[in-house]
């Protein structure tokens, strides 16, 4: 993630802008390389990322469940 949000590829909650379902949780996302351990630093981004998935899906089961909807439920290919 860059300082400023024109030069980010992702927002603050790990999803790629302008690509719907797609999140980046990895190093990748960091300012500047790592020079130490490098296993580390990854570590607190995948354990954020895991909460964001599932915060999101949870209020999508939520939604789906208050509109009547299986929360399993499939979208249509190319579909929102």
Do not use: Y
């Not at 949000?5 to 960091?30: C, K, N, P, Q, T």
């Not at 990322?49 to 208050?66: E, K, T």
């Amino acid at each position: 993630m860059a300082r400023d949000r024109a030069d980010s590829e992702a927002d603050h909650r790990l999803r790629v802008r302008g690509i719907d379902g797609l999140r980046v949780i990895d190093a990748s996302i960091f300012l500047a390389v790592t020079s130490g351990n490098t296993n580390a630093p990854p570590m607190p981004v995948g354990d954020k990322g895991a909460d964001l998935v599932l915060a999101d899906n949870l209020c999508l089961s939520l939604c789906r469940s208050r509109a009547g909807m299986p929360s399993c439920a499939v979208r249509p290919a190319g579909g929102s």
